[in-house]
């Protein structure tokens, strides 16, 4: 259907993918009551704007989809959205934690303006402007359902239903408002991933304003640590051997500091729970039945192995991996019923999907599990997005998108304005395949929780076209910590040498300093954290 607001609205049928209207709004749209056809423009621009579905999975590297050329795995239902619409090679974020990502998308701002910096002792400021609250006021139904993960109660949703923190594999507790309006605790039973799906079909087949525009964020837990599948998935893979990654032994020679004292190693770091080798918590008797058959005899021929060494390693690599790749199976499955339901209800046509994780992710890269770096695997993120009559089919975007853009790419669908203070870009040029002469050349990264899990040191950074800065720096509570790292991305795409030291480069990096100083004054970062002390200097 053509965008109604681009032409005389009444003589085009805006109502013909809407059902159940009203013999008031039938009159309405004729122009037959007093006000008609100035009621009639004003509802018709609201109803023609799309729908847009934000579906964002937690951890999912896009080394684990189909449509990014996965070693390792088949995602028919996300690879679905790629064909038909769009793939981004080049998203990237812009402080890869699961926390603070999530609040850069809902605010258009980097951490250190939204407040949300790292994911401990932190808890998002709701009272600042979302584009969830800017949304609803222009005239979007909004609705989050499964994690939020930002410690706070959702603004400017008209109806959220969401883990309690990470929340769990199995049976999650979930937050959502009470018949008072107030946030209420309910207990569900079953797998996580389908109890979110189940939730976000019910709320668009029987609760929201069908006069409305919605915007759904629907987002997944799965597939974080520590990787439980569920029930149908418990056995697959058991018979194959999934590809190592080509740097699963990374010793971190020419790297300096910080890569060697991370504890995020798939040969050291992985605990009996993550490698489900202790009774794991939480199950139903039915559930556990169902596990320990899976698992007893898997951990029964693990233990008579008594594997040593490599041997060990490469067991624990597929036990990671495995049970990883069965979760995104489940989340893979859940987004099939999704764009089933929005094929079914006629609403495929007029709804954006956009498919991403909250950041990337280590497969055995580099010898790891986890995210947090600058490095490649950590920093893109996957991102897809449909929409049919907008965004070709099969087509591809090697453009610097970041998760920054995201904000303002769903303001810019809905016709609404962006805000001045927002700092991102919105991505709709890019998607009607129009990139901008001046679309950005270069991307700046900042990290911060240190100390923190997996001792993975704060550090901000540029990416370049060709090369990547990281600078590693001081603070208080790691003053003996100031290291550069420089990667020639051409040369050395899996960021193995660190070419900082070689003298031929001192004029380069003397130019990536002075881009990285102009990137931190654009962005307005001195340092400090809004709402927080200055940090004490190391
Ligand atoms: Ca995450």
Same mark, same amino acid.
């Not at 359902?145 to 109660?153: A, I, R």
């Not at 939730?199 to 759904?216: E, G, I, N, S, V």
């Not at 990536?512 to 940090?535: A, N």
């Given at each position: 259907m053509?965008?109604?607001?681009?032409?005389?609205?009444?003589?085009?049928?805006?109502?013909?993918?809407?059902?159940?209207?009203?013999?008031?709004?039938?009159?309405?749209?004729?122009?037959?009551?007093?006000?008609?056809?100035?009621?009639?423009?004003?509802?018709?621009?609201?109803?023609?704007?799309?729908?847009?579905?934000?579906i964002?999975?937690?951890?999912?590297?896009?080394?684990?989809?189909?449509?990014?050329?996965?070693?390792?795995?088949?995602?028919?239902?996300?690879?679905?959205?790629?064909?038909?619409?769009?793939?981004?090679d080049?998203?990237?974020?812009?402080?890869s934690?699961?926390?603070?990502?999530?609040?850069?998308?809902?605010?258009g701002?980097?951490?250190? @303006?939204?407040?949300?910096?790292?994911?401990?002792?932190?808890?998002?400021?709701?009272?600042?402007?979302?584009?969830?609250?800017?949304?609803?006021?222009?005239?979007?139904?909004?609705?989050?359902?499964?994690?939020?993960?930002?410690?706070?109660?959702?603004?400017?949703?008209?109806?959220?239903n969401? @883990?309690?923190?990470?929340?769990?594999?199995?049976?999650?507790?979930?937050?959502?408002?009470?018949?008072?309006?107030?946030?209420?605790?309910?207990?569900?039973?079953?797998?996580?991933?389908?109890?979110?799906?189940?939730?976000?079909?019910?709320?668009?087949?029987?609760?929201?304003?069908?006069?409305?525009?919605?915007?759904?964020?629907?987002?997944?837990?799965?597939?974080?640590? #520590?990787?439980?599948?569920?029930?149908?998935?418990?056995?697959?893979?058991?018979?194959?051997q999934?590809p190592?990654?080509?740097?699963?032994?990374?010793?971190?020679?020419?790297?300096?500091?910080?890569?060697?004292?991370?504890?995020m190693?798939?040969?050291?770091?992985?605990?009996?729970?993550?490698?489900k080798?202790?009774?794991q918590?939480?199950?139903?008797?039915?559930?556990?039945?169902?596990?320990?058959?899976?698992?007893?005899?898997?951990?029964?021929?693990?233990?008579?192995?008594?594997l040593?060494?490599?041997?060990?390693?490469?067991?624990?690599?597929?036990?990671?991996?495995?049970?990883?790749l069965?979760?995104?199976?489940?989340?893979?499955?859940?987004?099939?019923?999704?764009?089933?339901?929005?094929?079914?209800?006629?609403?495929?046509?007029?709804?954006?999907?956009?498919?991403?994780?909250?950041?990337?992710?280590?497969?055995?890269?580099?010898?790891?599990?986890?995210?947090?770096?600058?490095?490649?695997?950590?920093?893109r993120?996957?991102?897809?997005?449909?929409?049919?009559?907008?965004?070709?089919?099969?087509?591809?975007?090697?453009?610097?998108?970041?998760?920054?853009?995201?904000?303002?790419?769903?303001?810019?669908i809905?016709?609404?304005?962006?805000?001045?203070?927002?700092?991102?870009?919105?991505?709709?040029?890019?998607?009607?395949?129009?990139?901008?002469?001046?679309?950005?050349?270069?991307?700046?990264?900042?990290?911060?929780?240190?100390?923190?899990?997996?001792?993975?040191?704060?550090?901000?950074?540029?990416?370049?076209?060709?090369?990547?800065?990281?600078?590693?720096?001081?603070?208080?509570?790691?003053?003996?910590?100031d290291?550069?790292?420089?990667?020639?991305?051409?040369?050395?795409?899996?960021?193995?040498?660190?070419?900082? #030291?070689?003298?031929?480069?001192?004029k380069?990096?003397?130019?990536?300093?002075?881009?990285?100083?102009?990137?931190?004054?654009?962005?307005?970062?001195?340092?400090?954290?809004?709402?927080?002390p200055?940090?004490?200097?190391?």
């Amino acid at each position: 259907m053509m965008p109604c607001h681009s032409l005389p609205c009444h003589s085009l049928p805006c109502h013909s993918l809407r059902p159940a209207r009203t013999a008031v709004q039938l009159l309405l749209l004729a122009g037959i009551v007093a006000g008609g056809p100035a009621l009639h423009f004003a509802r018709c621009q609201a109803e023609d704007r799309p729908n847009i579905l934000f579906i964002m999975s937690d951890d999912h590297a896009y080394q684990a989809i189909g449509a990014y050329g996965s070693r390792v795995n088949q995602t028919p239902n996300i690879d679905r959205i790629a064909k038909e619409g769009m793939r981004f090679d080049r998203c990237y974020v812009t402080n890869s934690i699961c926390g603070p990502c999530r609040a850069v998308i809902l605010t258009g701002k980097y951490s250190h @303006l939204n407040g949300f910096e790292q994911n401990s002792n932190r808890v998002f400021n709701g009272e600042q402007q979302t584009v969830a609250k800017l949304l609803q006021k222009a005239g979007y139904q909004t609705a989050m359902v499964g994690k939020w993960h930002l410690e706070s109660t959702p603004t400017g949703f008209d109806y959220y239903n969401i @883990l309690v923190g990470q929340g769990p594999y199995y049976n999650p507790p979930m937050i959502t408002p009470g018949p008072d309006g107030q946030p209420t605790r309910v207990k569900h039973t079953g797998y996580t991933t389908d109890i979110i799906t189940d939730y976000a079909l019910d709320w668009l087949q029987a609760q929201r304003d069908r006069d409305k525009p919605f915007f759904l964020m629907y987002h997944h837990k799965a597939p974080h640590r #520590n990787w439980q599948p569920g029930p149908k998935y418990l056995t697959k893979y058991d018979d194959l051997q999934i590809p190592e990654p080509p740097t699963l032994f990374d010793d971190y020679a020419g790297r300096g500091r910080p890569a060697h004292e991370q504890k995020m190693s798939v040969a050291k770091d992985l605990s009996a729970n993550d490698l489900k080798l202790v009774p794991q918590g939480g199950l139903t008797p039915q559930q556990r039945e169902a596990w320990d058959a899976a698992y007893g005899p898997k951990n029964a021929a693990f233990v008579a192995a008594n594997l040593q060494g490599t041997d060990l390693v490469r067991w624990q690599y597929q036990r990671y991996v495995k049970d990883y790749l069965r979760c995104v199976d489940a989340v893979d499955e859940n987004v099939g019923r999704v764009l089933d339901y929005l094929d079914q209800s006629g609403l495929a046509k007029n709804t954006v999907v956009i498919y991403t994780s909250d950041q990337g992710w280590y497969l055995g890269d580099h010898g790891w599990y986890d995210k947090r770096w600058m490095y490649e695997e950590s920093f893109r993120t996957p991102l897809l997005v449909r929409w049919p009559e907008k965004v070709k089919p099969g087509s591809v975007n090697a453009d610097f998108a970041m998760n920054l853009d995201f904000a303002q790419t769903f303001l810019a669908i809905a016709g609404a304005p962006s805000p001045g203070d927002m700092q991102g870009r919105s991505l709709l040029p890019l998607l009607t395949g129009d990139t901008p002469a001046d679309w950005r050349k270069e991307m700046y990264y900042h990290y911060y929780e240190y100390p923190g899990p997996h001792d993975v040191a704060r550090h901000y950074g540029i990416r370049t076209e060709r090369y990547k800065l990281i600078h590693f720096y001081p603070h208080a509570q790691h003053p003996d910590m100031d290291e550069w790292e420089l990667y020639d991305l051409q040369q050395d795409p899996a960021e193995m040498s660190n070419v900082y #030291n070689d003298s031929r480069n001192s004029k380069l990096i003397q130019e990536l300093k002075e881009r990285l100083r102009k990137l931190r004054e654009f962005y307005k970062d001195d340092g400090t954290v809004v709402g927080q002390p200055r940090p004490a200097a190391a």
